[in-house]
């Protein structure tokens, strides 16, 4: 049901009841529960199950993600190690699955290593953000005062 549909049936709730804000309430609530429903349902095929793809399918995927993590973009990495864990290590076994074990525990490890990066930048850079002098004001958002 669309909006306009939704507003005549509430003028005309209007013009029959005397408690009609009310009862266009109960109609809109109605309409929006139908349509999230059709929205869920319609959108079940179109979420992404490793289980639906073909074992070359699946290696494609975790090969991309894999590489996208050199692009400086350490997430793909995680992302890649979580979603692919089951498939390099739960189920039975496949041809390509050495293939996909080989991207998961690098992707895994590349981003422990992005992790590690980041936290020594932060513990270092809130330690010796002082000693910087200006360049270390100029690398920070706020500047906490009374340090100088």
């Known amino acids: 049901m669309s909006i306009p549909e ?7 709730f209007h013009q029959s009841r005397t408690n009609a804000n009310n009862g266009c309430q109960i109609i809109n609530a109605q309409i929006h529960s139908d349509y999230e429903e059709s929205t869920v349902e319609s959108n079940k095929g179109n979420m992404v199950s490793l289980e639906k793809k073909s074992p070359e ?7 991309k993600y894999y ?12 992302i890649n190690a979580i979603w692919f864990y089951k498939q390099a290590f739960k189920v039975e076994p496949y041809p390509q699955q050495a293939q996909i074990r080989t991207y998961v525990i690098r992707s895994a490890i590349g981003t422990l290593a992005w992790l590690l990066i980041i936290i020594i930048w932060n513990v270092l850079f809130q330690v010796f953000r002082t000693k910087m002098g ?10 906490p005062r009374g340090y100088y």
């Open 57 to 63: 399918e699946r290696l494609n995927i975790c090969r």
């Open 6 to 12: 939704t507003r005549w049936r509430c003028e005309q």
């Open 134 to 143: 200006p360049a270390g004001d100029y690398l920070t958002f706020v500047v």
């Open 67 to 78: 590489f996208g993590g050199f692009a400086f973009l350490p997430l793909l990495w995680l």
